[in-house]
């Protein structure tokens, strides 16, 4: 498939940032209690994401977690000996290597980088010894692959009962909610293998969408000029996945509310107590 697998050493150099350290963008850090994601903070690498390589293949074990910042991570599962099909994508929603909480020490799947960008990354061992400390951090990655796993199994659902022109809307969607960039650097190419089809198949659709006013195409640059229009495309699938991690975020929000509520009334407390 033109894999470019990474190492690991070639990582380490990271990406320079502020000795003051900005908020990341990253959904799941920004869900964490002030004073976890203080201590957390500190532990994480940024390091940048290499269009075309592959953050973790399958059979291998789990090395680092990488919480996206930047970009887009197709994730793989094998077909055959020489080909593979999309799962899912992970963008700053969420973080490859999560399933090492769920016990195993190797993934069963490819994380390979759809569009470049930048990632905050973490070594395993270093995460369990922190991780009984940050209780957050827990729930939000466990309750992160459990929409992973809803939105994976609609998405195979959706790959055996829809046309492709709908599908390709559908991630086109899903694409740019994830990056949250209008310009998505893509090829037909690569989006032929998320899709599952030939490239001439992904051609004539882009066509279609095109004529319709959807987006703009440059050479490797697709830009929403729609959106829309694109959604009255999709197909149902697209607003249940939607659904899905609205209600997700929703759950996120209330969940740090709590915690910030219930820090303030302990601090609350102690004061009264000490007068």
Not at 42 to 51: F, T
Not at 126 to 131: G, M, S
Not at 198 to 213: M, Y
């Amino acid at each position: 498939m033109g894999f470019v697998r990474i190492p690991t050493q070639q990582l380490d150099a990271g990406l320079p940032f502020p000795g003051e350290i900005e908020p990341p963008r990253n959904a799941l850090l920004r869900s964490l209690p002030a004073d976890e994601l203080a201590r957390f903070m500190p532990l994480l690498e940024r390091v940048p994401l290499v269009p075309r390589r592959v953050l973790q293949h399958a059979g291998l074990p789990i090395e680092h977690l990488f919480f996206i910042e930047d970009g887009l991570v197709s994730v793989l599962a094998k077909v055959d000996e020489r080909s593979a099909a999309e799962v899912w994508l992970i963008g700053r929603d969420g973080v490859v290597g999560g399933t090492i909480l769920l016990g195993g020490e190797t993934s069963d799947l490819t994380h390979f980088v759809q569009i470049g960008g930048s990632a905050w990354r973490i070594g395993v061992e270093e995460l369990h010894r922190v991780a009984p400390e940050l209780p957050s951090l827990r729930d939000a990655l466990k309750g992160y692959l459990h929409v992973s796993l809803m939105q994976s199994s609609q998405s195979a659902a959706c790959s055996l009962r829809h046309a492709l022109l709908p599908r390709l809307a559908r991630w086109l969607l899903m694409a740019h909610d994830r990056s949250d960039m209008s310009g998505l650097p893509i090829t037909q190419d690569l989006l032929a293998r998320s899709l599952g089809v030939r490239r001439p198949t992904v051609s004539c659709a882009f066509k279609d969408l095109e004529a319709q006013g959807v987006f703009v195409k440059t050479r490797g640059m697709i830009r929403i000029v729609n959106r829309p229009r694109l959604e009255r495309i999709a197909c149902r699938c697209y607003s249940i996945m939607r659904t899905q991690r609205d209600k997700w975020e929703h759950s996120k929000a209330k969940r740090k509310l709590f915690v910030a509520l219930s820090a303030f009334v302990a601090a609350i407390e102690a004061e009264l107590l000490a007068s």
